[in-house]
């Protein structure tokens, strides 16, 4: 399954899914099946910058989290606040032309 939802990073985008699943009496649950089944999370923004002769430079800013055993680990427990530290190290893998994570 393919979906979008709007949030501000993919950290958030995993929140909303989750609460969107929150008539579901046992959170945990859906935490490992998020956790399980998550291929991956892109979010993206346009950057807006003016350009000297006027006018703008507008581009695409990307920012993905692939999971790896640890970021399924920190999903299924609830723990979303290290995720921005994973998001940097694949985001440093990725700038180097590697996978995002050695699990893919």
């Known amino acids: 399954v393919i979906t979008t939802i709007h949030a ?3 950290i958030e ?13 046992d959170p945990g649950l859906m935490n490992s099946i998020l956790a399980d089944g ?8 346009l950057k807006k910058r003016p350009l000297e002769g006027g006018g703008w430079d507008i581009r695409p800013v990307v ?3 692939f999971p790896n055993a640890s970021v399924r680990s920190q999903i299924k427990s ?5 995720l921005g530290d994973e998001i940097d ?7 180097r032309g590697d996978k995002p994570t050695e699990e893919l």
Do not use: Y
């Open 8 to 10: 501000g990073s993919p």
């Open 78 to 82: 609830g723990n979303f606040s290290n």
């Open 89 to 95: 190290r694949q985001a440093k893998r990725m700038e």
């Open 63 to 65: 920012t993905s989290l």
């Open 38 to 45: 998550l291929a991956g999370s892109i979010h993206q923004k």
């Open 13 to 25: 985008a995993l929140q909303a899914l989750l609460k969107l699943a929150g008539s579901v009496e």
